[in-house]
């Protein structure tokens, strides 16, 4: 199944061109690297596929949605199909990691406690996090809070994760883990999309790579 399909796509940010011409097909299960220098056009290009940046040229389908096209009201049944890894989107400080996971099944539509927390438990479990439920955020590691937002945005079975510079303020050993987990998602069939700075784990966890090059969007050749 095509998860993104972008065809001559044109990326603006107050009426300045960030990306122009993208051409993107994103299947199940692919694990794609983006990467290019800073303000090259990642993040934009990420946060246009949650409908946080308008596309106002070419055509854009994310799974079954058309952002050309989409409604304002739909865009929150997009971002739910979504797991979404950005520094926006940290943890809540004010509350557990059990009440974080628990705000976000509430807030879309989950209504049985027991199948909640069976939820809850599985995606700690996907990350190795299943015995730090009661934790407070700040009573964690920098590694160990990025595994709960990955884990939180496992949590509605998405078919695609944008990760943008997941690994940025961790140390490599704790990005490396990290990686590890967003590919073995991949390898279970969901997409993959991740900004980065930093190629040095794709010999590693092999996936296709993509850079922001002068306002494109290409596929660079590799050493
Ligand atoms: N909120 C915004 N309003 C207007 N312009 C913006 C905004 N955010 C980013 N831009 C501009 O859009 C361009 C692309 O920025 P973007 O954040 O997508 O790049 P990036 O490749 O993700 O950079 P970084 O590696 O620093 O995250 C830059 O020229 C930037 O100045």
């Known amino acids: 199944m095509k998860i993104v399909d972008y065809k001559k796509v044109e990326i603006l940010r107050k009426e300045h061109v960030v990306l122009k011409d993208v051409n993107l097909e994103i299947e199940s299960g692919e694990f794609t690297?983006?990467?290019?220098?800073?303000?090259?056009?990642?993040?934009?290009?990420?946060?246009?596929?949650?409908?946080?940046?308008?596309?106002?040229?070419?055509?854009?389908?994310?799974?079954?949605y058309d952002l050309m096209n989409i409604k304002r009201k739909m865009i929150p049944m997009l971002r739910?199909?979504?797991?979404?890894?950005?520094?926006?989107?940290?943890?809540?400080?004010?509350?557990?990691v059990y009440d974080n996971l628990l705000f976000v099944l509430k807030a879309t539509g989950w209504k049985n406690k027991t199948d909640m927390d069976d939820r809850i438990e599985e995606v700690l479990k996907e990350v190795g996090m299943l015995t730090k439920s009661y934790k407070m955020p700040h009573e964690l590691s920098g590694g160990e809070q990025q595994r709960i937002?990955?884990?939180?945005?496992?949590?509605?079975?998405?078919?695609?994760?944008l990760a943008d510079e997941p690994t940025g303020n961790l140390d490599p050993a704790t990005?490396?883990?990290?990686?590890?987990?967003l590919h073995d998602?991949?390898?279970?069939?969901?997409?993959?999309i991740m900004a980065t700075h930093n190629l040095s784990f794709v010999e590693q966890f092999p996936g296709r790579v993509l850079r922001c090059d002068d306002k494109h969007l290409i596929a660079p050749q590799l050493d």
């Open 185 to 192: 998602i991949a390898q279970e069939g969901t997409a993959v």
């Open 175 to 181: 990005g490396e883990q990290i990686v590890r987990y």
């Open 80 to 96: 739910r199909e979504i797991g979404i890894v950005f520094q926006d989107f940290q943890l809540l400080t004010d509350r557990s």
């Open 33 to 64: 690297y983006i990467i290019g220098r800073v303000g090259s056009g990642k993040s934009s290009l990420l946060k246009s596929m949650y409908a946080e940046i308008p596309i106002e040229m070419g055509e854009a389908h994310v799974l079954d």
């Open 149 to 161: 937002v990955i884990a939180r945005a496992l949590l509605n079975k998405p078919k695609l994760i």
